[in-house]
């Protein structure tokens, strides 16, 4: 059973940036392309950015495209999310999950793609 932890997050300033990481704990995660998402409170969950399994390909949610960078070490079985310039409206609690199908050519944005996830990690921004 993969498991998927996630660190890095925490409170911070309008303005300010913060680096998640997520672990996957098997021996797949080379093979499939791995999702941040995010709920904020009162809200439903939605897509935040996505990697293909080779790292070349990324596919960013409108809100956050030019701000948030994706990337994977699949020798270390991480992916990351750095947030910059970050907002209030960034304030949720970001989870990151992996793609239930192995070499998918294209990264999905749709949740029910995803069949591991992790427990999230709160990101707090202050303004």
């Known amino acids: 059973q993969v498991q998927l932890e996630e660190s890095g997050g925490g409170l911070v300033q309008a303005g300010g940036s913060l680096r998640l990481s997520c672990r996957h704990s098997g021996r797949t995660f080379s093979s499939v392309a791995m999702g941040w998402f995010r709920q904020a409170p009162g809200k439903e969950r939605e897509f935040v950015a996505a990697i293909r399994w080779s790292g070349d390909v990324t596919n960013y949610a409108p809100p956050v495209k030019g701000r948030f960078t994706i990337s994977r070490d699949n020798a270390r079985n991480t992916v990351y999310l750095q947030m910059n310039s970050l907002n209030p409206e960034d304030t949720a609690v970001y989870y990151c999950?992996?793609?239930?199908?192995?070499?998918?050519?294209?990264?999905?944005?749709?949740?029910?793609?995803?069949?591991?996830w992790g427990r999230g990690t709160q990101v707090t921004v202050s303004s």
């Open positions: 999950a992996a793609d239930k199908r192995p070499f998918r050519a294209v990264v999905m944005e749709n949740m029910s793609e995803y069949n591991f």
